[in-house]
Protein backbone atom coordinates (compact mmCIF):
# COMPACT_ATOMS: atom_id res chain seq x y z
CA UNK A 1 0.00 0.00 0.00
CA UNK A 2 1.48 3.40 -0.93
CA UNK A 3 2.00 5.18 2.20
CA UNK A 4 -0.16 8.41 2.67
CA UNK A 5 0.75 12.21 2.79
CA UNK A 6 1.06 13.93 5.51
CA UNK A 7 -1.59 16.44 4.55
CA UNK A 8 -4.29 17.75 1.70
CA UNK A 9 -6.51 20.73 1.57
CA UNK A 10 -8.87 22.41 -0.69
CA UNK A 11 -9.53 25.22 -1.54
CA UNK A 12 -13.06 25.99 -3.35
CA UNK A 13 -12.52 29.16 -5.56
CA UNK A 14 -15.23 31.34 -7.45
CA UNK A 15 -14.88 35.32 -7.43
CA UNK A 16 -11.93 35.46 -5.59
CA UNK A 17 -9.55 38.30 -5.55
CA UNK A 18 -6.04 36.83 -7.36
CA UNK A 19 -3.52 38.14 -4.42
CA UNK A 20 -5.48 36.87 -1.50
CA UNK A 21 -5.52 33.51 -3.29
CA UNK A 22 -1.90 33.56 -4.30
CA UNK A 23 -0.73 34.38 -1.00
CA UNK A 24 -3.47 31.78 0.74
CA UNK A 25 -1.93 28.81 -1.76
CA UNK A 26 1.94 30.05 -1.19
CA UNK A 27 1.32 29.23 2.63
CA UNK A 28 0.57 26.34 2.37
CA UNK A 29 3.05 25.14 -0.01
CA UNK A 30 5.62 26.27 2.46
CA UNK A 31 4.54 23.96 5.15
CA UNK A 32 7.37 21.50 4.95
CA UNK A 33 5.72 18.36 5.08
CA UNK A 34 4.39 15.80 2.76
CA UNK A 35 1.42 17.50 1.15
CA UNK A 36 -1.41 17.88 -1.78
CA UNK A 37 -3.66 21.21 -2.42
CA UNK A 38 -6.71 20.46 -5.01
CA UNK A 39 -8.34 23.51 -5.91
CA UNK A 40 -12.06 23.31 -6.89
CA UNK A 41 -13.15 25.44 -8.97
CA UNK A 42 -16.80 26.65 -9.24
CA UNK A 43 -16.44 28.87 -12.22
CA UNK A 44 -18.67 28.55 -15.60
CA UNK A 45 -15.68 29.21 -17.51
CA UNK A 46 -12.56 27.56 -15.91
CA UNK A 47 -11.15 31.37 -14.82
CA UNK A 48 -9.02 29.47 -12.57
CA UNK A 49 -7.90 26.68 -15.00
CA UNK A 50 -3.88 28.09 -15.82
CA UNK A 51 -3.21 30.73 -12.96
CA UNK A 52 -1.76 28.16 -10.44
CA UNK A 53 0.17 25.60 -12.31
CA UNK A 54 2.61 24.52 -9.66
CA UNK A 55 3.88 21.72 -8.12
CA UNK A 56 1.35 19.68 -5.11
CA UNK A 57 -1.51 21.72 -6.78
CA UNK A 58 -4.26 19.69 -8.11
CA UNK A 59 -6.67 22.06 -10.46
CA UNK A 60 -10.42 20.67 -10.56
CA UNK A 61 -13.11 22.28 -12.77
CA UNK A 62 -16.23 21.85 -11.50
CA UNK A 63 -18.12 23.45 -14.33
CA UNK A 64 -20.67 24.93 -12.19
CA UNK A 65 -21.22 26.79 -9.10
CA UNK A 66 -22.04 24.09 -6.80
CA UNK A 67 -21.39 25.59 -3.41
CA UNK A 68 -19.13 25.87 -0.72
CA UNK A 69 -19.71 22.14 0.74
CA UNK A 70 -20.27 20.59 -2.19
CA UNK A 71 -17.50 22.05 -3.29
CA UNK A 72 -15.17 20.38 -0.92
CA UNK A 73 -16.62 17.43 -0.95
CA UNK A 74 -15.86 16.81 -4.31
CA UNK A 75 -12.68 15.45 -3.67
CA UNK A 76 -13.78 12.73 -0.30
CA UNK A 77 -12.98 9.78 -2.68
CA UNK A 78 -9.48 11.57 -3.63
CA UNK A 79 -8.44 12.16 -0.12
CA UNK A 80 -9.60 8.92 1.87
CA UNK A 81 -6.59 7.27 0.91
CA UNK A 82 -4.51 10.00 0.27
CA UNK A 83 -3.78 11.61 3.47
CA UNK A 84 -3.56 11.42 7.49
CA UNK A 85 -4.78 14.94 7.39
CA UNK A 86 -7.52 17.17 5.93
CA UNK A 87 -7.57 20.65 5.67
CA UNK A 88 -10.38 23.11 4.62
CA UNK A 89 -9.14 26.10 3.82
CA UNK A 90 -10.93 29.88 2.50
CA UNK A 91 -9.06 31.17 -0.52
CA UNK A 92 -8.48 34.60 2.13
CA UNK A 93 -6.39 33.49 4.57
CA UNK A 94 -2.22 33.50 5.96
CA UNK A 95 -0.11 31.94 8.46
CA UNK A 96 3.23 31.11 8.70
CA UNK A 97 4.85 27.67 7.56
CA UNK A 98 5.28 25.99 11.03
CA UNK A 99 1.20 26.55 11.99
CA UNK A 100 -0.23 23.46 10.11
CA UNK A 101 2.71 21.36 11.79
CA UNK A 102 2.05 22.13 14.91
CA UNK A 103 -1.76 21.73 14.72
CA UNK A 104 -1.57 18.24 13.56
CA UNK A 105 1.50 17.06 16.58
CA UNK A 106 -1.79 18.41 18.77
CA UNK A 107 -4.61 16.67 16.44
CA UNK A 108 -2.54 13.73 16.75
CA UNK A 109 -2.54 13.67 20.65
CA UNK A 110 -5.96 13.55 20.72
CA UNK A 111 -7.49 10.22 19.99
CA UNK A 112 -11.74 12.10 20.48
CA UNK A 113 -10.62 15.52 18.40
CA UNK A 114 -11.75 15.10 14.85
CA UNK A 115 -11.04 18.69 13.80
CA UNK A 116 -8.76 21.91 15.43
CA UNK A 117 -8.53 25.40 14.64
CA UNK A 118 -6.22 28.34 15.53
CA UNK A 119 -7.10 31.68 16.66
CA UNK A 120 -8.32 34.05 13.84
CA UNK A 121 -7.08 37.51 13.67
CA UNK A 122 -8.37 40.42 11.12
CA UNK A 123 -5.39 41.56 8.57
CA UNK A 124 -5.05 44.52 11.34
CA UNK A 125 -4.68 42.01 14.34
CA UNK A 126 -7.86 42.03 15.97
CA UNK A 127 -9.23 39.18 17.24
CA UNK A 128 -11.87 37.72 15.38
CA UNK A 129 -14.67 35.76 17.30
CA UNK A 130 -14.26 32.48 15.08
CA UNK A 131 -15.37 29.89 18.03
CA UNK A 132 -19.20 30.02 18.79
CA UNK A 133 -21.40 28.49 20.53
CA UNK A 134 -24.46 26.79 18.92
CA UNK A 135 -26.70 29.84 16.99
CA UNK A 136 -29.83 31.20 18.29
CA UNK A 137 -32.60 32.67 15.95
CA UNK A 138 -32.02 35.67 17.98
CA UNK A 139 -28.78 35.43 17.77
CA UNK A 140 -28.92 35.45 14.03
CA UNK A 141 -31.25 38.18 13.41
CA UNK A 142 -29.62 41.02 16.01
CA UNK A 143 -26.19 40.11 13.45
CA UNK A 144 -27.91 41.16 10.58
CA UNK A 145 -29.86 43.76 11.97
CA UNK A 146 -28.44 45.87 14.02
CA UNK A 147 -31.31 47.76 15.56
CA UNK A 148 -31.62 44.37 17.63
CA UNK A 149 -27.81 44.05 18.76
CA UNK A 150 -28.75 45.93 21.94
CA UNK A 151 -31.45 43.66 22.45
CA UNK A 152 -29.89 40.40 22.21
CA UNK A 153 -26.32 41.98 23.80
CA UNK A 154 -26.25 39.19 25.94
CA UNK A 155 -26.93 36.74 23.89
CA UNK A 156 -24.61 37.84 21.47
CA UNK A 157 -21.75 38.00 24.16
CA UNK A 158 -22.23 34.33 24.93
CA UNK A 159 -22.61 33.22 21.88
CA UNK A 160 -18.71 34.44 21.19
CA UNK A 161 -17.55 32.99 24.33
CA UNK A 162 -17.04 36.23 25.20
CA UNK A 163 -16.69 35.43 28.82
CA UNK A 164 -14.06 32.77 28.61
CA UNK A 165 -10.14 33.38 27.80
CA UNK A 166 -9.71 32.76 24.51
CA UNK A 167 -5.94 32.70 24.90
CA UNK A 168 -6.82 29.09 26.00
CA UNK A 169 -7.54 25.97 24.36
CA UNK A 170 -11.05 24.44 25.25
CA UNK A 171 -13.67 21.98 23.01
CA UNK A 172 -15.92 24.75 21.27
CA UNK A 173 -19.66 24.04 19.93
CA UNK A 174 -18.56 24.58 16.64
CA UNK A 175 -15.94 26.53 15.02
CA UNK A 176 -16.16 29.31 12.08
CA UNK A 177 -15.05 27.39 8.18
CA UNK A 178 -11.84 29.74 7.46
CA UNK A 179 -10.03 27.11 8.44
CA UNK A 180 -10.87 24.21 9.57
CA UNK A 181 -7.71 21.07 9.69
CA UNK A 182 -9.27 17.00 10.04
CA UNK A 183 -8.45 13.57 10.83
CA UNK A 184 -9.17 12.79 6.82
CA UNK A 185 -10.66 9.17 8.58
CA UNK A 186 -12.97 11.75 10.54
CA UNK A 187 -13.99 14.00 7.63
CA UNK A 188 -14.82 11.22 5.54
CA UNK A 189 -16.59 9.39 7.98
CA UNK A 190 -18.87 12.66 8.25
CA UNK A 191 -19.32 12.32 4.78
CA UNK A 192 -17.78 15.78 4.21
CA UNK A 193 -20.02 18.97 4.87
CA UNK A 194 -23.91 18.49 3.82
CA UNK A 195 -23.81 20.12 0.61
CA UNK A 196 -27.80 20.79 1.03
CA UNK A 197 -26.43 24.64 2.51
CA UNK A 198 -25.05 26.44 -0.94
CA UNK A 199 -23.52 28.47 1.33
CA UNK A 200 -23.50 29.24 5.08
CA UNK A 201 -24.08 27.46 7.94
CA UNK A 202 -22.06 23.89 6.59
CA UNK A 203 -19.48 25.00 9.12
CA UNK A 204 -21.81 24.51 12.13
CA UNK A 205 -24.12 21.65 10.88
CA UNK A 206 -20.39 19.60 10.44
CA UNK A 207 -19.60 20.56 13.37
CA UNK A 208 -23.35 19.35 15.11
CA UNK A 209 -22.30 16.40 13.27
CA UNK A 210 -18.91 15.99 15.10
CA UNK A 211 -20.86 16.00 18.51
CA UNK A 212 -23.01 13.63 17.29
CA UNK A 213 -20.40 10.74 16.93
CA UNK A 214 -18.80 11.64 20.66
CA UNK A 215 -15.97 13.76 19.06
CA UNK A 216 -14.52 17.33 19.66
CA UNK A 217 -13.63 20.09 18.12
CA UNK A 218 -10.70 22.50 19.39
CA UNK A 219 -10.26 25.65 19.75
CA UNK A 220 -6.18 26.03 19.94
CA UNK A 221 -5.17 29.86 19.99
CA UNK A 222 -1.15 29.44 20.47
CA UNK A 223 -1.01 29.24 16.65
CA UNK A 224 -2.93 32.51 14.95
CA UNK A 225 -3.74 32.73 11.10
CA UNK A 226 -4.99 35.81 9.33
CA UNK A 227 -8.75 36.10 7.82
CA UNK A 228 -10.14 39.14 5.54
CA UNK A 229 -13.53 38.02 6.08
CA UNK A 230 -15.89 39.13 3.74
CA UNK A 231 -18.99 39.53 5.55
CA UNK A 232 -20.73 39.37 1.99
CA UNK A 233 -24.04 38.58 2.78
CA UNK A 234 -23.97 42.08 4.91
CA UNK A 235 -23.38 43.53 1.80
CA UNK A 236 -24.97 41.83 -1.09
CA UNK A 237 -28.71 41.30 -1.19
CA UNK A 238 -27.89 37.99 -3.08
CA UNK A 239 -25.78 36.28 -0.44
CA UNK A 240 -28.47 37.86 2.55
CA UNK A 241 -30.91 35.55 0.83
CA UNK A 242 -28.43 32.42 0.58
CA UNK A 243 -27.76 33.36 3.95
CA UNK A 244 -31.04 33.51 5.04
CA UNK A 245 -32.12 30.38 3.23
CA UNK A 246 -29.32 28.50 5.03
CA UNK A 247 -30.41 29.51 8.21
CA UNK A 248 -33.74 28.00 7.42
CA UNK A 249 -32.46 24.63 6.61
CA UNK A 250 -29.89 24.40 9.64
CA UNK A 251 -33.06 25.08 11.97
CA UNK A 252 -35.47 22.84 10.24
CA UNK A 253 -32.36 20.11 10.29
CA UNK A 254 -31.55 20.18 14.22
CA UNK A 255 -34.43 22.34 15.66
CA UNK A 256 -34.11 26.24 17.52
Known sequence: MKEKIDISASIVVYKEDIDELSKTIQCFLNTPIKKRLFLIDNTLNKEFEDVFDLKDVEYIAVGKNVGFGAGHNIILNKIKNLSNYHLVLNPDVS???????????????????????????????????????YPRVSELLARRFKFLKPIFKSIIYKGEYKE??????????????????????????????????????????????????????????????THVLKQGSSKDLNLFFRHTSSAIKYFLKWGI
Do not use: W
Not at 102 to 124: D, G, Q, T, Y
Open 95 to 133: FNSTVIPNLIAKLKRHEIVSMIAPKVLFPNGEHQYSCRR
Open 164 to 225: KNLDSSFFAEYIAGCFHLYKTKDFIELNGFDDRYFLYMEDVDICKKISLSDKQKLYYPKEEI
